[in-house]
């Protein structure tokens, strides 16, 4: 009986998805080509910087390596090894370029950076395989825990969860130029440290507001979109995924982390997936059903995440707030965390360009010029514009580098928060 590449469960011979963790599965006959081999123990990587320590698991979509940087004295990290099927070079070359940009996009999360999201350290192509690099977190993920547990979690552990999870969000979403959408939010993507710290991980899917649904380029050439039925969204199944897509999935995270029913168990009868059948069978029970001791507040703000038409759920923002009137502790975290939100962005950037002008722009001394020099023309505003020009560009923190400011003014190019 064939079996799971993740997680080794039995699988049918017909199912398309694996019953336990829910990755695609190679049809019979048919490999998936997406399906990448494993990387075995010490392959380097990247001209011998990275060195594979062992994997962390394997899907139809990807494999994920512990891996140790020996440029960086052996520090552990994250290697994500993703291998698209590509039907000719032209293919390739557009897979190529639409996976750095993307990859830009979430190094670009690192700066100001949050404390619920780990940092993307780089990414590279080698041959066939695009490589993300990420921090490593070591902990449980709550599908892990879940199953140690063997019972649904306490309601106030799961708000807890959920709020500084929803808390990540807000910083994606609010990213400028464009939002990130994290696309494949479930309890095995969420980690709690040994400090029990939560954290929101595995950014594979992860895409620009912009760009598009995330999608995967099957054998024979067939064009899915990417995600974990029951988590998923319907619209992002149709390659139409919104900020809000996210919500969906962590709805469908509390629904689950609450009742320890897995929404995925729905799908694994089916050989294939089409639309009707995502349609069909995205209905979740009623937590009043399954848990009536959870709080009335809870559960309708479950069934609003989970609302079929993306207009009628919660923001990040909302869905935020409305978890931390729910969460015993939600006043101390509001006071202990920081607000990653375009509010926060535009203080931190203010007191940064005042800095910069008292470094860079001080005013000339006051006091009686010599006899014979000329009075300046123009006004106050015009004189600082002219010396604007002739003070040094300083690269931006904010966009890496890519951009650069004179004088304290806004970084052309994420000018939303990006003040030197």
Known sequence: MPSCPQCGAPAK???????????????????????????PVGTPLQGGRYQIIGQLGQGGMGAVYLAKDLELFGRLCVVKQMRPFFATQSERRKAEEDFKREAQVLVRLNHPGHPRIPEVYGYFVEGMDQFLVMKYIEGESLERRLERLERPMSETEVVRCALETANAL????????????????????????????????????????VSGGARV??????TVAAGTPGYTPLEQWQMQPAPKSDIYALGAT????????????????????????LRSFSKFQPLTELRPDVSPALSNLVVRCLDPDPNR????????????????????FFDTVKRWSPTFGEILGTA??????????????????????????????????????QRPAI??????????????????????????
């Open 313 to 332: 759920r919660p923001s990040a923002q909302q869905l935020e707030i409305e978890l931390g009137r729910l969460s015993p502790t939600g006043s101390r």
């Open 395 to 420: 690269p931006c923190l904010y966009c890496h580098g890519q951009g650069t400011t004179r004088g304290g003014r806004r970084c052309p190019i994420c000018r939303g928060t990006g003040y030197w």
């Open 352 to 389: 940064l360009a005042t800095f910069v002008k008292m470094l860079f722009g001080r005013p000339e001394p006051t006091g009686d010029r010599p006899s014979g020099t000329p009075a300046k023309s123009g006004t106050g505003a015009t004189a600082a514009r002219k010396g604007d020009s």
């Open 254 to 277: 509390i629904h689950h982390l609450l009742t320890a029913s897995d929404p995925r168990d729905r799908f694994t009868s089916f050989p294939e997936l089409d639309l009707n059948l």
């Open 217 to 222: 380029m099957m054998a024979g050439g067939k």
């Open 13 to 39: 011979a017909q199912s398309r998805f694996c019953t336990k963790c829910g990755v695609r599965l190679a049809a019979a006959g048919s490999p998936d080509q997406t399906v990448t081999k494993t990387l």
């Open 170 to 209: 807000v910083y994606l979403h609010s990213r400028r130029p464009q939002g990130v959408i994290h696309r494949d939010i479930k309890p095995a993507n969420i980690i709690i440290d040994p400090e029990d710290r939560v954290w929101l991980v595995d950014f594979g899917l992860a895409r620009a507001v």
